[in-house]
């Protein structure tokens, strides 16, 4: 239910904003913009309560100010998505603010309590250099106005007024907070979803999705080196599409694309849920078959080349496809295994085509 209110406050709130939500620009636009409206609820009501209770207009002229400047930033950004400008824009209207409201109430009800917001804000919207470069002079600005009015402060008596200051700076700490964790933690998921879309790239291949040729090397060593440990044996199918130059030649590279795809298609339909299919290069495809002997394998290499035989490409007619499988001996590394399929895909195409052979 909180998640659930939470995004639709956000998506309110940025329903004009033009960036991505992984985006920087995306946080700063939410983060502007909760702060801002924030600063209109709070001076709203400081507004009200001056003018019901403290009848101090010169406090209500200023929140009153502060209000409608706040209101005018807001609507700049909502209209023109200029997060940088806005940014600056907000940082001086809050230094202003704040040294108004310095200068008018000085020691009285709490005021400097409001300090501890700006330098957060600061470094957010403007950056660590840049928000260091602001918040140093603004800190030696307010430490002058103490020392040069601090003699003649009476000590000021905790009010109601003081409560007023405490609770608004508290909430206004608490968004600052709430939100730099939620632009973490959403800064952290949009990183691991870009690692794990570069991994993901780095090991497919980028026409078919399937397995490229350095992920099956590595799946291949290990499938090696655990039969070498339990002592069972696999095998691999390496297949190759009939005159797939003649079809590249006849019907375009385009069409040979779309053929590729589609093939790949039906070869994981066709293979098992423990085996392992990639693209080995070109228009050869390696099938890596966890605990399967020679019959086994032949078997499934007899059912992978009928699919594709009996299958209806969109783009060309009478595809086929030809497959040589080996199964591991002991002794065999990587390469050995590779060449003797390879050597009875050679095979199979010497013999016509359309079929499989075993090494």
């Not at 300090?115 to 470094?123: D, G, M, S």
């Not at 385009?254 to 339909?269: P, V």
């Not at 050995?336 to 399929?341: E, F, G, L, S």
Request: positive net charge; charged residues 20%; hydrophobic residues 45%.
């Amino acid at each position: 239910m909180k998640s659930a209110i939470k995004d639709i406050w956000c998506k309110l709130n940025t329903s004009n904003c033009r960036s991505k939500q992984e985006s920087p620009d995306y946080w700063q636009f939410l983060f502007i913009n909760n702060l801002l409206t924030t600063m209109i609820l709070i001076l709203a009501a400081f507004v009200l309560i001056n003018v019901v209770l403290y009848v101090r207009y010169e406090v209500v002229l200023l929140d009153g100010c502060i209000a409608i400047a706040a209101t005018l930033v807001l609507l700049y950004l909502r209209r023109t998505n200029n997060v940088k400008a806005v940014s600056i824009i907000t940082v001086v209207l809050i230094i202003v603010s704040l040294i108004v409201l310095l200068h008018i109430t000085e020691n009285r009800h709490f005021a400097f309590y409001w300090l501890a917001v700006f330098p957060p804000i600061a470094y957010y919207l403007l950056g660590r250099k840049l928000g260091v470069m602001i918040t140093i002079p603004f800190f030696l600005y307010i430490l002058i106005f103490i020392l040069t009015r601090y003699r003649s402060w009476e000590p000021a008596p905790f009010s109601i007024e003081s409560i007023f200051n405490i609770c608004g700076v508290s909430i206004a700490l608490m968004i600052l907070v709430s939100h730099y964790e939620s632009s973490r933690k959403a800064a952290y998921i949009a990183l691991e979803k870009k690692s794990e879309e570069l991994g993901h790239l780095a090991v497919t291949d980028s026409l078919t999705g399937l397995y490229n040729r350095s992920r099956l090397d590595g799946i291949l060593k290990k499938e090696i080196a655990g039969t070498r440990k339990n002592h069972q044996s696999f095998s691999v199918i390496l297949g190759d599409i009939d005159n797939f130059k003649y079809l590249n030649d006849k019907y375009g590279h385009l069409a040979g694309d779309i053929i590729l795809i589609e093939l790949a298609g039906i070869l994981q339909k066709s293979c098992r849920d423990v085996d392992t299919l990639g693209r080995w290069g070109g228009d050869e495809f390696l099938f890596i078959c966890t605990a399967t002997d020679k019959e086994k394998v032949y078997v499934l290499a007899e059912r992978i080349r009928s699919n594709v035989e009996q299958h209806d490409f969109k783009n060309a007619n009478n595809i086929t496809i030809s497959l040589g499988t080996y199964t591991y001996k002991r002794g065999d590394d990587a390469y050995t295994v590779i060449k003797a399929a390879d050597k009875a895909l050679y095979r199979a195409k010497l013999e016509g085509r359309n079929r499989v052979a075993v090494y």
